[in-house]
Each structure stands twice: as C-alpha cells, then as structure tokens.
C-alpha cells in the first residue's frame, strides 16, 4: 500500500491556481518550494520534486524492509494454529 501511495505520487500534479489557493495566495511560497527542489513546474502544473520524491522512495524501501523483517522475526515465535 504505502508503495503505491509513493508511485502515484509520481503522476499527482496539481494546477497552479490551485495551489496558490492551497498557500493563501502568497507566490513567494511556491517559489520557495521550487526553489528548493520540493517541487517542479510541469507548464501549469505543479508536481513532487525528483530529489523529493527519490528521498521518500528510499524511506519507503528501507520501511519496507524493515518491516519484511519484523513480520518474519515474529511468525518464529506465534503459537501453532495462529493463522487457523
């Protein structure tokens, strides 16, 4: 789940006016945001960033991870007939 919330982030945009609304209608916020990297323009759009959405990508697989492991480290020690 938390993998496709990462992937379709990458086709979420936003339109411009939209996002001004989203900031009280102050610009220099969006210009600081893209200025940042967090964000790009996409002709009207606004989207997630690549350096962004590359460093959620990256917490995202290490969450993942980590979780594989935990979920296999604590099936070891479930009482037979859990899962019946």
């Not at 610009?27 to 790009?40: A, E, T």
Request: aromatic share 10%; net charge negative.
């Amino acid at each position: 789940m938390l993998h496709s919330l990462v992937e379709s982030a990458k086709s979420v945009s936003y339109k411009y006016e939209y996002a001004l609304e989203l900031v009280d209608n102050n610009d220099d916020r969006i210009q600081h945001l893209l200025s940042c990297g967090v964000i790009r323009q996409n002709g009207n759009n606004l989207e997630i960033g690549d350096l962004f959405l590359q460093f959620f990508e990256q917490v995202l697989n290490a969450l993942v991870r980590t979780c594989n492991h935990c979920c296999s480290f604590r099936l070891l020690f479930l009482p037979l007939g859990t899962f019946m």
